[in-house]
């Protein structure tokens, strides 16, 4: 595996995309829906009020 720091560029694109799956995790937890993840290589289906609550606890997030 790759030991070298990502570029700035890599590390704010990152942070974008975190941002934009937050988004759209809020959206549609307000509307009810549900979304797909990845659970040990398998699709899984749950309410995205759940997976807005995974990621917010996740030490990787930040708000």
């Not at 990152?14 to 809020?26: F, N, P, Q, T, Y």
Request: with cysteine; charged share 35%; net charge positive.
């Amino acid at each position: 595996m790759n030991k070298q720091k990502p570029s700035k560029q890599a590390e704010e694109a990152r942070v974008c995309m975190g941002k934009a799956v937050h988004d759209e995790l809020v959206k549609k937890a307000k509307l009810g829906q549900d979304v797909i993840i990845n659970r040990n290589g398998e699709p899984y289906k749950i309410p995205a009020a759940e997976a807005l609550r995974i990621q917010e606890e996740s030490p990787e997030y930040n708000a």
